[in-house]
């Protein structure tokens, strides 16, 4: 019974500050866009679509530079396996489904559903997962 | 360097997409097209023109036929006019003001501006005279300038008629001026919020009384909400004395020129239609435009085939959608027509000459010449034949666009290039 107490690596520690703000700032954007796809589907109104766009890319942004954290974890985790892996996985989901759903939302008018809005459902649901992985970097792999 | 970089991976990600939509080799024209299925992969196929000098090259022109640039430098030039004595009026300028309202306006903006003139537009016309009638214009005069985006021309009534992308104005005229006399006067303001299709074409009907102007749709199909539609995609009859106005026809998507018949008086329109539906639709078209007619914009094209873009639908302006006359072809962008006469020469004697300014949403780029549409007993009558061909090579190399055409009735063809600025004439020899 003694217990040997070593300082976390870092790909062990929660995201910095700059990667977290990037992490949790995707998530309400992917979310915005969702419910503005719903309110599209709802009404009609173009404009909805329009600021769905325009949430994506924000999102996209944002997502695709907290990926380059988490391929910079990846790279620098031994083994490369567990959280480090999952959460550099469930963020390249989220970007490269995120990247075809901005191109779904390139579409005009009426073009652009239902597959916009089952892509914003899946899109939510993948960040959503993994952020939680992200902010959990002790989940999965550690014994 | 740079710019050509990331230009060349655009275009390879373009073509990668555009892969699943090959379009037929030949483009469906005359009364009855073959309508495809709609398709659209995850990006729109764009094969934008690749600007090039003419250099020493001219068009091609059928034997018998030669061609000549009478202006050059010009400053976009789109439509023109033949007056009484000769001169030709010019109409130079670039219209439009659409926000940009999702990322994809960005980027298919930029894309679509590499395929034009960098020039900036004149918003003015010019005045070319050949006093000697020896084929040479060689008197260049800037008739009237500070105008908006010009682009529809048409003369009656002593007046000088220009609609400009707001308004449509007139100039008092007097044989042989070279200069308009004083400033435009406003026969009636024109739809001009966002103008997303600003170009407002003109024609006027033979006793002077009516004109009739184009209005373009403002989105390619409701993109933009169906607000913006409101008074957009159709042609309005204005009366000349007192500009008052009224829809004469609707659901035309973007009417960008306009011709009476000789003979009959009947009202013709070419007419873009939607973009994004796949290589082979929908076909741009020239028709017959009838009083109190609807076309289908945007709730179907050609007659009753519904687009499944537009929401909320509207059964009942489907059902009453007109089938137009004849089919151009998909996304050959129709902009100019005018009826031929004798002095073209037999085989182009009875006919509408059609100038195509070229597509941009077709892997195999299709337009980008002036073609003449045989007509029989009032009727367009039969194939198509190439009249001003060269624009574009195979290699994707573009040296001009043809917009306007216009007949002069001294026997020649005069042919508006908005990306080489400059009016070419063609000839009968003799």
């Known amino acids: 019974m003694t217990p040997v107490t070593t300082a976390n690596p870092a790909y062990r520690s929660p995201p910095g500050a700059l990667h977290a703000i990037l992490l949790a700032g995707s998530v309400p954007l992917f979310l915005g866009a969702l419910l503005n796809d719903i309110a599209y589907s709802n009404t009609y109104q173009i404009q909805w679509s329009n600021f769905a766009s325009w949430l994506i890319a924000g999102g996209l942004l944002l997502c695709g530079l907290a990926l380059l954290f988490a391929l910079v974890n990846l790279v620098r985790a031994r083994p490369k396996t567990g959280q480090p892996l999952t959460y550099f996985l469930l963020l390249l989901a989220t970007f490269v489904l995120g990247l075809i759903n901005a ?3 390139a579409k005009d008018a009426w073009a652009v559903m239902p597959g916009g809005l089952i892509l914003s459902v899946i899109v939510f649901i993948l960040i959503c997962a993994a952020t939680w992985v992200g902010f959990n970097p002790r989940m999965g792999g550690v014994k | 360097m740079k710019r050509s970089k990331t230009l060349a991976l655009l275009s390879m990600t373009l073509l990668l997409a555009a892969c699943g939509e090959k379009g037929a080799a030949t483009l469906d024209r005359g009364a009855d097209p073959k309508l495809p299925a709609p398709q659209r992969g995850l990006l729109p196929s764009m094969k934008i023109a ?11 022109v059928p034997q ?4 000549t640039a009478i202006a050059t430098d010009l400053k976009i030039p789109r439509q023109t006019l033949v007056l009484p004595n000769g001169d030709i009026i010019v109409a130079e300028g670039r219209g439009g003001s659409a926000a940009k309202l999702k990322p994809k306006d960005v980027i298919a903006g930029y894309i679509k501006a590499q395929g034009n003139t960098k020039v900036k537009g004149g918003n003015r016309l010019t005045l070319l005279r050949d006093a000697d009638g020896d084929g040479r214009y060689e008197v260049q005069s800037v008739f009237a300038e500070n105008l908006n985006a010009p682009y529809g021309l048409a ?3 002593n007046k000088l008629y220009v609609a400009n992308q707001d308004a449509l104005v007139s100039f008092d005229y007097q044989e042989g001026q070279t200069q308009a006399s004083g400033a435009p006067v406003t026969v009636t303001q024109l739809p001009s919020e966002i103008n997303h299709h600003w170009t407002k074409a003109l024609t006027v009907s033979p006793d002077g009384r009516y004109l009739y102007v184009g209005i373009g749709s403002n989105s390619n199909i409701t993109e933009r909400g169906m607000e913006a539609e409101v008074d957009r995609a159709m042609v309005w009859q204005i009366d000349a004395a007192t500009g008052a106005y009224k829809p004469y026809a609707t659901g035309l998507r973007n009417p960008t020129a306009l011709a009476i018949q000789p003979g009959t008086g009947q009202l013709w329109s070419v007419v873009n239609e939607r973009d994004e539906l796949g ?17 289908g914009w945007p709730y179907s094209y050609w007659g009753q085939n519904v687009d499944p873009r537009v929401k909320p639908e509207n059964p009942k302006k489907v059902a009453a959608a007109i089938k137009p006359d004849y089919s151009l072809g998909s996304h050959v962008a129709a902009l100019g027509l005018d009826f031929s006469e ?5 085989k182009f004697a009875d006919g509408v000459f059609v100038g195509e300014h070229g597509s941009w949403n077709r892997s195999d780029p299709v337009g980008y010449k002036v073609i003449f549409v045989p007509f029989n007993n009032g009727r367009p009558a039969g194939e198509p034949i190439d009249f001003v061909t060269g624009f574009r090579d195979a290699d994707g190399k573009t040296r001009g666009r043809p917009v306007g055409v216009t007949v002069d009735p001294r026997g020649a063809l005069i042919v508006a290039d908005d990306l080489a600025n400059t009016v070419w004439r063609v000839t009968r020899n003799r």
């Open chain 1, 103 to 105: 191109f779904q939302h």
């Open chain 2, 155 to 157: 003369f009656a009534n």
């Open chain 2, 279 to 295: 290589p082979d639709l929908v076909p741009d078209y020239l028709t017959s435009v009838r009083e109190g007619g609807f076309y």
């Open chain 2, 342 to 346: 004798a002095s073209m020469g037999e």
């Open chain 2, 64 to 67: 018998g036929y030669s061609v």
């Open chain 2, 50 to 60: 690749e600007p090039s000098a003419w250099g020493d090259q001219k068009p091609t």
